[in-house]
């Protein structure tokens, strides 16, 4: 230790030596409190004597080391749910010194809080930190504990624990509610036409526990038609999630449910009060859409019909409802708005109208009002309050005089405004009528009788309609039947009464003069019996004509000496039936001469002038000339003898060529009524009645003569419009006159291929008149076919053209140009009724 220690010699004034120990350096105690020392004592002898002593030096301690804390800074974990005195930590400190210097004492420092004072304790002299009270994570979660160790001296030493106070799941979450909507009374009114995602609140839950007990979820506990939506980790959106209805759930109390993720985990719930309010969103619901009904026609006004009843889903004003009638409603009904009570304020009429088709209107008193509507069917039932209506208060039916018998007379259509057997009219004629009867149904009226309008022009009954009801309903109707006139009955000539008549003409007449009136009269009414005159024969010189309506002939030029003697007229009277017009002809003799010096004489031409052809004149230059006359029969003698032969000689070549069924047929009817206008048939039927003589040679007096259809087609015929055109020409022979008359001597001045009109006539009796039609059947009863060759002719002369004499004779044929007209093959003759 010499390092340590110096030795020093301090000599007294005395001399004496006296050796002080010294320090030469700063000693430590705690690095070496004892040092051992040897101190040697030497002489100043020689040999030096010396001695030696052992020192030991002790270190007294001071205090000067402070308290040293093992560990400076100490962090423990200790579960909130400690119990009190549970250790927290052992705090370690150790102090160099010893002795006194070396007790250490432990205490907080007033850095330290109340509340970790209040908390923790800390033994003074062990330096133990325990649980004073219980601790509360969520209160404090650490505490800071400087913890000071002093040995008495003046800088204690320090020593920081941390402690941390570990969670325990003891808390539960919190909820906590803030409305977006301000609730009213703690109840948040919502309308039922919100929208979705429609907020509501912000939800906030909390936990002051940690980690995962600090980790709260949140939901609702059941269906409802709002959600949560997460927007931070604690904090949730309430908001719609579904449309609202009011009318199926008014109010929603919503409990909310907070949970944490601890072991076990706590949670917290909370509600939220929401009630929906009422939109006017239904329209009234009637309870039959459809309503139909039926009521009896001629009620009384002001019938109750039937009680209209609609319900409303909503609530309050919104469900209140009032009725109305459609716009189409007619005015014979009426709704009451409040009770929907509708009536008949009109008497009904279903023949006016059956059905009724109308909107009633349901409206409530929401804003805006909703309606809705139903279709109302009115039904009329009938009664029997018509009678049976005719169509016409009297029918007038028109029908043809050839009507066949059982044929339609008329319709009478009958109607029934009601329904039903209430319609259903039978028709009947009343005061037993034979002559008619009538579909009780159809009303279709047919004759048991056959129409004359000659006879009764019309006939006259009443018909009753009753229709079926229970107690039936019945009218009557006149019904008058006009038989309408057919064109059936031919012109008759009045004026000239026959054929044979003649009227004197003088020379000296001026041109325009009337010479003579032609009148004829017809049985038939209207058209059938308008009668249109012509001159369709005779007149060669075109000297006369014929006023078409008043039948007045007059002079058409003046006379000269060529003209004197008898002039022979075919005049045509024609009705205007439609569509087939009858006609009849006669001969009209105008004999132009000063004066008539002998009437036989003129009563001779005229029966000549009946038997020539149509198409000549007879004309006399004087009457007193009795060789002229003489020249002139002998000239017809031979003229007659030459035709004679050769219509004699025509007849045999025609009967070689007719077939055999035509020469069966002329022999079954050689006493037949029927004969024809061919010349050489007339020859044949001649020489029949020769070859039998027990027959008497002259024709017998009741012989008749028949019409024949003669058809001719003029195309410049201004008569007939250049249509066919039917002419029939009656012969009208005296007995007397048939009696004299030899159809095999009497000479004639025709050529052979002339027509024999004379044959065309008919006797003063009536007598129905052929009509030549082609395709009438074979076997039809009075009917006969004639074949004719086809170059067998008839010439008639026109009515209108002006015929040139080439020769002066009054008996010679005068040539003038006729059209043709040339019979069908074959041809059928058959009567007319």
Request: hydrophobic share 35%.
């Amino acid at each position: 230790g010499q390092n340590i220690f110096g030795l020093d010699v301090i000599e007294t004034p005395e001399g004496d030596k006296m050796p002080q120990l010294i320090v030469q350096k700063e000693l430590d105690r705690e690095e070496k409190d004892t040092y051992v020392m040897k101190v040697k004592v030497e002489d100043g002898g020689f040999p030096q004597r010396s001695s030696t002593a052992i020192l030991q030096v002790s270190v007294a301690d001071t205090n000067d080391n402070r308290p040293v804390f093992k560990e400076k800074e100490i962090e423990v974990s200790i579960p909130e749910n400690a119990p009190v005195g549970t250790s927290v930590t052992q705090l370690h400190a150790t102090d160099a010194d010893i002795g006194e210097n070396a007790k250490i004492h432990f205490y907080f420092s007033n850095l330290v809080s109340n509340i970790a004072k209040r908390l923790f304790h800390l033994n003074t002299t062990t330096g133990l930190i325990t649980v004073k009270e219980p601790l509360d994570r969520e209160e404090s979660p650490s505490h800071k504990l400087l913890v000071l160790a002093s040995d008495g001296g003046s800088v204690p030493a320090r020593a920081m624990v941390l402690v941390n106070v570990t969670d325990i799941n003891d808390n539960v979450p919190s909820i906590d509610i803030r409305y977006i909507i301000n609730p009213t009374n703690g109840t948040v009114v919502l309308s039922e036409n919100a929208p979705l995602n429609t907020k509501v609140a912000l939800i906030t839950v909390m936990d002051k526990d940690a980690d995962h007990n600090g980790r709260v979820t949140c939901f609702t506990d059941h269906e409802v038609p709002f959600r949560l939506r997460p927007v931070f980790s604690n904090q949730f959106l309430l908001e719609t999630a579904a449309y609202l209805d009011y009318e199926s759930t008014r109010e929603y109390a919503i409990k909310l449910l907070a949970a944490d993720a601890g072991k076990p985990p706590l949670n917290q719930s909370s509600m939220l009060l929401v009630k929906v309010k009422d939109e006017n969103d239904n329209a009234p619901v009637f309870t039959q859409p459809f309503i139909s009904l039926s009521v009896p026609e001629n009620n009384s006004p002001g019938t109750q019909l039937t009680k209209i009843s609609a319900t409303d889903a909503d609530s309050g004003r919104n469900a209140e409802i009032s009725y109305l009638l459609g716009t189409d409603a007619p005015s014979e009904f009426n709704l009451d708005h409040r009770t929907g009570i509708l009536t008949a304020v009109k008497k009904l009429d279903r023949e006016k109208q059956e059905k009724y088709y109308f909107t009633v209107l349901a409206k409530d008193n929401g804003m805006p009002p909703l309606m809705t509507n139903a279709t109302v069917l009115v039904t009329v039932l009938d009664q029997n309050d018509n009678s049976p209506i005719f169509t016409h208060n009297e029918y007038n039916f028109y029908v043809p005089e050839n009507l066949p018998r059982h044929g339609t007379v008329g319709l009478i259509t009958v109607t029934d405004p009601d329904y039903g057997e209430n319609s259903a009219v039978t028709l009947s004629i009343l005061d037993v009528n034979d002559d008619f009867t009538i579909d009780p149904q159809t009303g279709v009226i047919r004759p048991n009788i056959s129409f004359d309008r000659e006879k009764q022009e019309s006939y006259t009954f009443y018909v009753k309609a009753e229709d079926g009801g229970r107690v039936s309903r019945s009218s009557t109707a006149k019904v008058t039947i006009n038989v309408v006139d057919v064109n059936d009955n031919k012109p008759v000539f009045v004026v000239p009464p026959s054929n044979y008549s003649y009227e004197l003409v003088l020379p000296s007449t001026n041109p325009g003069t009337v010479v003579f009136k032609v009148v004829a009269i017809d049985n038939d009414t209207g058209m059938n019996a308008e009668l249109h005159y012509s001159i369709v024969g005779g007149n060669t010189k075109g000297l006369f004509v014929i006023d078409q309506t008043t039948g007045n002939i007059t002079l058409k030029e003046k006379c000269v000496v060529a003209d004197l003697g008898l002039h022979r007229l075919v005049v045509k009277a024609k009705d205007l039936g439609q569509p087939d017009s009858l006609f009849n002809v006669v001969i009209v003799n105008l004999f132009v001469n000063e004066t008539v010096t002998n009437a036989t004489l003129i009563h001779e031409l005229v029966r000549k002038s009946i038997e020539a052809p149509a198409t000549q004149n007879i004309e006399t230059a004087d009457t007193s000339s009795p060789t002229s006359d003489y020249v002139k029969i002998m000239v017809a003698i031979v003229a007659g003898t030459i035709t004679v032969i050769l219509v004699i000689f025509i007849t045999a070549v025609v009967r070689c060529r007719q077939p055999p069924h035509l020469k069966a047929a002329q022999k079954n009817k050689q006493n037949s009524e029927w004969v024809t206008p061919n010349p050489e048939n007339r020859q044949m039927i001649m020489m029949k009645k020769k070859k039998k003589k027990k027959k008497k040679k002259h024709a017998p007096k009741n012989l008749l003569l028949n019409f024949v259809t003669i058809e001719e087609t003029k195309a410049d015929d201004a008569d007939n419009d250049g249509n066919s055109v039917t002419l029939d020409l009656p012969i009208e022979l005296e007995e007397q006159t048939m009696g004299k008359y030899n159809w095999g001597t009497t000479p004639t001045t025709f050529k052979p291929d002339s027509p024999d009109l004379a044959r065309h006539y008919k006797s003063a009796s009536p007598q129905p008149a052929f009509q030549i039609q082609p395709e009438t059947p074979l076997n039809s009863k009075h009917h006969i076919i004639q074949e004719l060759p086809l170059d067998n002719t008839f010439v008639a002369c026109d009515s209108i053209s002006k015929c040139s004499s080439s020769s002066s004779d009054p008996y010679s044929v005068s040539e003038c140009s006729y059209p043709v007209t040339t019979f069908k093959t074959p041809v059928s003759v058959h009567t007319r009724p």
